[in-house]
């Protein structure tokens, strides 16, 4: 018998890859943080002697969500400004809430929150764009979760930096300090094309193509920004993005609500990833993204949340779900987005959307073991015929009972072992307090 660190055994397992796949009384060893084999549980019992064994005889495991768009700090704002369009929302509520409390520690503990709410959730991996980057590593480091960091570059003066030269100065010192580290990564983070000038987005680009990390930037999000571009511009966001050169297989163009069959077809030819955020786009009202067009033109959909202050909350079973629904009514078709297609947006197609495919998103030999345990045996998830369906549009977040990342076991029967709930809780109220005064 190979002596190895952990062996988890589930009444189902679904690897995400091979496609369609669901295994029934099966385990995955892991040892040194990485998966090393997916195997029927009597033979995992007599191949493998485990320092930690865990049955999870009704659950499903499945590899870490990834949440492939938000703004991790705005958990403080959660709720400050509800039911309101996307600009008046942002120019009278949220611009000016941040310009009087942003800062190091506001980014930490927001930043800290919403790692704490991922984990417990299902999330093992996020992409983040905010000011004060170095505090949303510095959180999630301490919550042991996976994370795409942006750095963010606008044109705006904040508290963290006063034009773009000096955010891109500070996201490159960012970047190089965080070469190696095996669970944070980076990625550049242009806010819009409405608050980012064309010098400093072909400078994004450029350095983007030079160390080889991707870009992310909210694009296509409302009508309204359209219509300005045009006015501004004479051309679609789109259409200035890829005459800047920024049109590429590295770039992650958030919401995009408002598309044209040529514009779907010049992201299909630049092989560019969409990050689609369902729910913060219909409770902001900005408009509906065409999943199943992008997907039948061969684009990689991946899933986000946005940030916690217009969605409200960092819950990937509900993005799934709401994906799901809202694409068949988009598409008129009730084939569009299967559970199987909105699973995919929210692991593997994430992990491609990132440059990170070869490394977590699906349950395979060799790759980190990002796994999670959802508990099925709720009156709630009964029958079961197809736990990817259950999983898709009937189980929700609380449900995950056990998390790991690389193998580090952080959420434990519901309870988080890298971070202080309650303590995070009083954080949470001590910010309300502060802002409301």
Sequence with gaps: MQNI????????????????????????????????????????????????????????????????????????????????????????????????????????????????????????????????????????????????????????????????????????????????????????????PYTVADEALQKVNTLAEELDIPVQIHLHETEDEINQAVKETGKRPIERLEALGLLSSRLIAVHMTQLTDKDIQTLATYGVQVAHCPESNLKLASGFCPVQKLIDAGINVALGTDGAASNNDLDMFSEMRTAALLAKAVAKDARAVSAEQALRMATINGAKALGLDKEIGSLEVGKAADIIAVDLSALETQPMYNPVSQLVYVANRQQVSDVWVAGKHVVKQHQLTTLDSEQLCKTAQQWQQKINA
């Excluded at 690897?15 to 060893?29: D, G, L, M």
């Excluded at 995992?44 to 991790?72: C, M, Q, R, W």
Aim: hydrophobic residues 45%.
């Design 5 to 192: 660190d952990t062996l988890v055994h589930a009444k189902w397992l679904i690897p995400i890859e091979p496609q369609a796949t669901v295994y029934e009384n099966y385990s995955i060893a892991i040892d040194k943080g990485r998966i090393l084999a997916l195997l029927p549980s009597e033979k995992a019992n007599s191949h493998y002697k485990a320092s930690e064994v865990h049955h999870f005889d009704k659950h499903a495991l499945l590899p870490g969500l990834i949440n492939t768009h938000g703004h991790a700090a705005m958990t403080l704002m959660r709720g400050l400004a509800d039911d309101l369009p996307l600009m008046t929302w942002l120019n009278e509520h949220i611009w000016p809430t941040e310009a009087k409390w942003v800062s190091n520690e506001f980014v930490y503990d927001g930043s800290l929150i919403a790692c704490a709410e991922m984990l417990r959730g299902g999330t093992t991996c996020f992409t983040d764009m905010y000011f004060f980057p170095e505090e949303v590593v510095r959180a999630a480091e301490q919550a042991q979760i996976r994370a795409s960091v942006g750095l963010i570059v606008i044109d705006f003066p904040s508290a963290y930096a006063q034009d773009a030269d000096e955010y891109l100065r500070k996201g490159l010192a960012l970047h190089n300090q965080l070469r190696g580290n095996p669970l944070i990564k980076t990625s550049f983070a242009p806010h819009a």
